[in-house]
């Protein structure tokens, strides 16, 4: 388990040198570069030099490069060029504000939609399952950005004082207040997560209803209650940790938009505002720092994947003994 | 000396001396994309008390259909009907399903085809095997169960998973819960051995009957292998199309077979080969054979009439045995 870990952060890492290089050289593509944030309109040549220097961006490509890389491995990650802010600093509030609403987001909505999903299996064919495919199928394929802004418009103009429609409360502005704060971005953050687990899952338990050692339990005598949270549901939550490895793009990727969206001051805000000001630095930091959440995250599951499925593990021993 | 005492006919029922199973006239029917498939039809036959029942047929003949429809476990979207089907002079049709769930397994035990598939390969196989004998056995009890089966060397493996063992070691798990730890008076085995190594093959069989020997159960064995049949079965029935085409004492089905398809399946076996028989595979294909409206074996028997084609025999009696044909009789 613990080489099995190893290896696969081995993995990750190169990933993420990987995400820092693209991100290396798309801000060096871009139109208009970091000095930007520095120079007014119509920069004299000259002024705009001084700040190439200053910035270090008159060296060959290949030694900015070492100098990004060596930087973000030493967390050394420079001050905001608009405000003068540490990036760190920056970066610590809003990493915060982020990591909890996608906390929040994916357990809420994943154990919502493996819920949905198992009962719909345990009712195939009557009532409730109907509802479940029927609402899966519509939260998987409403735009969260769409819905998030129909969002904003009901809770801003026509329910006003109902859900706070924008903005984020922090602890110190009371308990109740944050929570309500956190509902509606995190409402329009995972309902297509959890259409897709839903699905997943009760298709997975379907599946293995039909599986010998289903009819083989059911001829000993098995209870139907067994049968689903023991054995069908043990078995179909395999597949559909998959899916969910696959959905954490949405939960992480996904804040960028919603956070837009509600106004939330969280690092996917950071990133739009960001880019937009030039800020390099920032925009690094925040880029790398989504990233990495990221690639820890799938690390996560991949690590529960191995804990659930003994097969895989078996598999990997075997390999790594011969 | 052995004096056979004769019960008066009243009191049968009360001692359990009628036949254990009375099937009459099931009719399993699945429902598929391409319609309705009438898997088995109109199957009659009797399981009497402490035999070893043979049921014998080509891939896709219906047996596991009729098998599966015995203990009411047959997939959603599929039917039985019956005139009769009777355990143990009890209806099983009209019982409701929590008293059928208590039957199976302690009353009627499953011996199923694919080993391998029939654990769940995310749970460690003791656990299971706890769980599938109603959680009432120990530790001990289980080894002892264990032990009993031929696999009292794996005491210290039972924290592994199924994909762990071999096909021949679960298969020998799955009998000691389905038969030995609560002696069901009736095990079906289906095609226990088809998907075991050879040499494994017979020890299974031989643990089955061994277990029967000791316990005293009815056995209804599906199988492929007549071989097995000569050896083991008191009687045997045959199916073609999802009909029971022949059933008759093992003996009189060997030496005398009369229906055709029976006789096709006789001359086909290797052993008759060996004796220098000229090999005589069954032309033609069972597929859709169910689906006839005359006898289901009329595209491939060489004494087809017209009246096969159409018409669809009923089972009567003929040299002893039950038989569907309407030209039924010995090689000429
Ligand atoms: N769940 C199912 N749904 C639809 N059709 C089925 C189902 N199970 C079996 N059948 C069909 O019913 C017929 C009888 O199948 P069955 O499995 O009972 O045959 P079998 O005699 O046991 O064959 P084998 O020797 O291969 O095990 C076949 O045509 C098969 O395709
Ligand atoms: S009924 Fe006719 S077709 Fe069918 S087995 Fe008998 S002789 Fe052959
Ligand atoms: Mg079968």
């Given at each position: ?5 190893i ?6 890492a190169?990933?993420?040198?990987l995400?820092?290089t ?8 871009a ?11 119509n920069?004299?040549p000259?002024?705009r030099a ?6 270090g ?25 608009t405000t003068?802010?540490?990036v ?9 504000v ?17 819920l ?6 345990a009712?195939?064919g ?18 969260s950005?769409?819905l ?18 924008s ?5 110190d502005?009371?308990?109740?207040e ?6 509606l971005p ?18 997975s ?17 098995l209870?139907?209650?067994?049968i ?8 179909a ?6 899916v969910i ?19 939330v ?12 000001a ?5 925009a ?21 994947y ?6 895989i593990?078996?598999q990997f ?5 011969r | 000396m ?6 008066p ?8 001396a009628?036949?254990?199973l ?6 399993v ?9 009438p898997?088995?039809r109109?199957?009659s036959?009797r ?12 891939s ?12 009411r476990?047959?997939?959603r ?10 355990f143990?002079?009890?209806d099983?049709?009209t019982?409701?399903e929590?008293r059928?769930r208590r039957?199976?397994g ?8 694919r ?8 749970t ?13 056995v ?33 298969q ?8 030995l730890?609560?002696?069901?008076s009736?095990?079906?085995?289906d ?17 089955l009957l061994?277990l029967r020997?000791?316990l005293g159960?009815?056995?209804l ?13 008191d009687?045997?029935?045959v ?20 229906h055709p398809?029976?006789?096709?399946l006789?001359a ?9 028989e000229?090999?005589r ?15 289901p074996?009329?595209?491939r ?17 003929h040299a002893?045995?039950?038989v569907?044909?309407?030209h039924?009789?010995?090689p000429a």
């Amino acid at each position: 388990m613990l080489s099995y870990a190893i290896r696969r952060a081995g993995g990750a890492a190169v990933v993420l040198l990987l995400v820092l290089t693209m991100v290396f050289l798309m801000l060096h593509a871009a139109p208009g570069g970091p000095e930007t944030a520095y120079l007014g309109n119509n920069p004299t040549p000259e002024k705009r030099a001084a700040v190439l220097a200053q910035l270090g961006l008159d060296r060959p490509l290949w030694a900015q490069y070492l100098t990004f890389v060596g930087s973000i491995l030493t967390l050394d990650l420079g001050s905001s060029l608009t405000t003068g802010t540490p990036v760190s600093e920056l970066l610590a509030d809003r990493m915060l504000v982020t990591l909890e609403l996608g906390l929040v987001a994916f357990v809420v909505w994943t154990a919502i939609g493996m819920l949905a999903g198992a009962l719909a299996a345990a009712r195939r064919g009557r009532a409730l399952d109907a509802v479940v495919r029927v609402g899966s199928v519509v939260a998987l394929s409403v735009p969260s950005f769409w819905l998030g802004l129909i969002l904003v418009l009901v809770f801003g103009l026509y329910v006003p004082g109902v859900l706070p429609s924008s903005g984020w409360a922090t602890w110190d502005e009371g308990v109740g207040e944050h929570l309500r704060s956190i509902v509606l971005p995190a409402f329009t953050l995972g309902i297509s997560a959890a259409g897709v687990i839903a699905r997943t899952l009760r298709t997975s338990m379907i599946e293995a209803l039909d599986a010998d050692h289903v009819t083989f339990g059911r001829s000993l005598g098995l209870n139907e209650r067994t049968i689903l949270s023991r054995i069908a549901l043990r078995n179909a939550v395999i597949p559909t940790v998959t899916v969910i490895g696959m959905m954490l793009g949405t939960f992480i990727g996904g804040a960028v938009l919603i956070e837009n969206v509600f106004n939330v001051p969280g690092v996917g805000q950071l990133v739009v505002s960001s880019f937009l000001a030039h800020d390099y630095p920032v925009a690094i930091a925040a880029t790398v720092w989504t990233a990495g959440t990221f690639l820890v995250a799938t690390l996560v599951v991949d690590l529960l994947y191995f804990a659930i499925d003994p097969r895989i593990r078996a598999q990997f021993l075997e390999r790594s003994t011969r | 000396m052995r004096t056979v005492v004769e019960l008066p006919a009243g009191q049968a029922g009360d001692t359990g001396a009628g036949p254990l199973l009375e099937v009459s006239g099931l009719d399993v029917t699945y429902r598929t994309a391409r319609g309705l498939l009438p898997a088995v039809r109109d199957v009659s036959f009797r399981v009497e008390r402490g035999e070893v029942f043979g049921l014998v047929g080509e891939s896709g003949s219906g047996k596991s259909s009729l098998v599966t429809a015995l203990m009411r476990l047959l997939p959603r979207g599929s039917e039985i009907t019956a005139d009769r089907l009777e355990f143990d002079g009890t209806d099983l049709l009209t019982m409701p399903e929590s008293r059928m769930r208590r039957l199976r397994g302690r009353e009627i035990g499953l011996v199923p085809q694919r080993p391998m598939t029939s654990l769940s390969p995310v749970t460690p196989v003791a656990a299971q095997l706890r769980r599938l004998t109603g959680g009432e056995v120990d530790d001990a009890r289980l080894h002892e169960l264990l032990t009993d089966v031929g696999l009292g060397g794996l005491k210290a493996r039972l924290g592994d998973y199924p994909f762990q063992f071999s096909g021949g070691q679960l298969q020998r798990m799955l009998i000691a819960v389905a038969v030995l730890a609560r002696e069901p008076s009736l095990v079906l085995a289906d095609e226990p051995t088809t998907t075991l190594d050879a040499t494994v093959q017979a020890q299974v069989l031989r643990l089955l009957l061994d277990l029967r020997e000791r316990l005293g159960n009815t056995v209804l064995l599906v199988t492929h292998d007549l071989g097995v049949v000569a050896q083991v079965c008191d009687r045997v029935g045959v199916m073609y199309g999802g009909r029971l085409v022949e059933v008759a004492p093992t003996r009189q089905l060997f030496e005398d077979p009369q229906h055709p398809y029976t006789r096709a399946l006789l001359a086909a076996m290797p052993s008759n080969q060996a004796r220098g028989e000229r090999l005589r595979p069954i032309p033609g294909t069972v597929s859709g054979a169910q689906l006839l409206p005359g006898c289901p074996f009329a595209p491939r028997c060489d004494r087809a009439t017209a009246l096969c084609w159409e018409v669809d025999p009923e089972p009567t009696e003929h040299a002893g045995r039950t038989v569907r044909c309407h030209h039924p009789g010995s090689p000429a």
